[in-house]
Each structure stands twice: as C-alpha cells, then as structure tokens.
C-alpha cells in the first residue's frame, strides 16, 4: 500500500497526487489519501480530491495511518524546521540525509520545492509526506492523470455561456491569486505577489501573436479584479461562487495562460490539452530566490518582471 499525506488546499493536492499515482504507476500498489492531518491542521482547507475520477484503486482515508514522525505539523516538528532553514547549507545536508536513509525504509520525506530522484526499494508499504511540486516526477503519466482529474460532474448550468466564450475564442485564462498572498502576514515573507504590470504586459505579448484574444479572469478576489485591472480587450469574468473543481476545469478549458505564483494556477495550464498553449509566467515564484523546480520548459517570461508587496 502506498499511503500519502494530504497537505495544503487543491493545488497542492493535485501534486500528491500526481506523485503517489506515479509511485503506483511504478509498484501496482493501491494508494492511500490520507486526509488525517489535513483535517486536524489545515481547518481552513477542504479534501477536494473526491469530486474527480479518481484511479480505481484509489482509497480515501481519515484514519491516521503514516508514522509519527512522518507528522510535519506537531509543533516539535515546526520548531525543528526552522531552526534547520535557517542554515541553507545545513538544511539541504539534512533534508537529503533524512530522504536518502529514511526512504531504504518505505518513508519518503521531502519538503524541499526542488525534485528529488525518486528511489524506490522493495517495501509491502510506502509512506509519503511533502509537496512534490515539479512536473519531473510524473510527465511520463500526464495524459493519465488529464484523463483521471476531471471533475464528476457535468459543466455547471450556469457556466455554459462562459464557457462558450472560452471554447469559441483565443481564450486567455489570467489567474490572480490574492487572499492569504496578500492578509497572511506569514504567506507573504514567502510568496511574491503578482503586480498589475505583470498581467498586463503578458497578456499584450499573448496578444501579439493572437490579436482577437479575449481574458477571461479568474481570481480568490473577483472583485478586486474587476474594479483594479483594465485589459485593453474584451474581458470575462468567473462567477466567484463556483466550486474549486468546477473553477479549475474551466479555467484549463482556455487555450492560453497568464499564470500566477500558485499551484492552483499551475494546474490550470498543466490539465490544458491544447498543444499550442502559450503560457507566462513570473520567473520567481518566491520572495527570497530560492531555487524551485516547478517551472516548465515551454513556458515563456517577462523581460521587465517583478512582484509588489
């Protein structure tokens, strides 16, 4: 069995995912959710996994099956974190000696944003914790996990004509992520927050090359959105009120992206099955540089970018 911790919201979800369905793909085991922690410590999150058509040897499991100290959330845990971050050389030493000797044993422990090679050793069962966010660890399985992460159910009623829109035009999704990016204090010495330039200027370059395009904007904050960014074309705007799975579906149903720093919007592009997408976006995903491997080779970047606070 291969059991993995849910962590975070939908886009990161869809990460752990991808990644235990990779393991799966590689050992034929069965795969484990476990939403165990996520309920306990992410209150503010839901498990939205259960509204896609999940592999068939998916489980979904509350109970809490991953080791003790597979917990990344106790408080020991988080002290230990941080004081270990703060030495960059220490951090990357001790991360990569706790991967390397507790995967031999079935546990695989990586919170790192860069990939690390996956090693897998002869094991009856596999526990999984971390974010897994770069597309290296399941390409190879990409046109499964399209087919598998579609929501159950049929295109919401009242979001046909949006849609409409979408399908009949060089349709360009421009995601802006504000919320915590933008009130969280702690979110915000983390993540960079896309400025207006940003969408601007990317959305003109799209349009360089696809003069009929249209935006369509998509947004935790639609509101904002609508009084504070004007594109000089034709703009949509989503509704604000729909479920995440249903945002998401209609969101990757654009034919080109404007993507900001989020997992969300990540998978946004990434479950887009059209080959001549152009995607932008922001060269740092992170306030302080650090090195992630969540880019795509594909995508395309400003000359002139820069995040506001």
């Keep these: 069995m291969i059991y993995i911790d849910m962590l975070g919201n939908l886009g990161n979800q869809l990460f752990e995912y991808a990644y235990a369905r990779k393991i799966q793909e590689l050992t034929g085991q069965k795969v484990t959710l476990n939403t165990c922690f996520l309920e306990k410590y992410y209150k503010d999150y839901k498990f939205n996994l259960d509204s896609y058509k999940l592999n068939e040897n998916i489980i979904i499991e509350k109970k809490n099956k991953l080791p003790f100290f597979m917990n990344i959330n106790t408080i020991f845990a988080k002290v230990i974190l941080r004081a270990i971050s703060k030495n960059k050389k220490i951090d990357e030493k001790v991360s990569n000696l706790i991967y390397n000797v507790a ?4 546990y695989y422990l990586w919170l790192k944003e860069t990939y690390k090679e996956i090693k897998l050793y002869n094991r009856k069962n596999y526990y999984i914790t971390g974010f897994w966010q770069s597309p290296y660890y399941f390409d190879d399985i990409k046109d499964i996990l399209i087919k598998e992460l579609q929501p159950k159910c049929d295109l919401l009623e009242e979001n046909k004509e949006l849609y409409s829109v979408i399908s009949n035009n060089e349709s360009i999704c421009v995601t802006i992520r504000r919320g915590d990016y933008v009130h969280n204090e702690e979110i915000r010495k983390s993540y960079l927050v896309c400025n207006e330039e940003f969408y601007y200027n990317a ?16 947004s935790d904050d639609i509101e904002w959105v609508k009084e504070n960014l004007k594109f000089n074309c034709k703009t949509y705007y989503e509704s604000g009120k729909d479920p995440v799975w249903e945002k998401l579906r209609l969101m990757s149903l654009c034919k080109h992206f404007v993507i900001s720093n989020s997992s969300f919007s990540w998978w946004a592009q990434y479950l887009s099955t059209n080959e001549d997408k152009i995607v932008y976006a922001p060269k740092q995903w992170y306030v ?11 995508w395309r970047y400003l000359e002139d970018e820069w995040g506001s606070e």
């Design 203 to 218: 959305v003109n370059k799209i349009k360089e090359e696809f003069p009929e395009a249209v935006v369509i904007c998509f």
């Design 103 to 106: 995967s031999r044993k079935g």
């Design 288 to 298: 302080d540089g650090r090195k992630t491997d969540i880019f795509e080779k594909s």
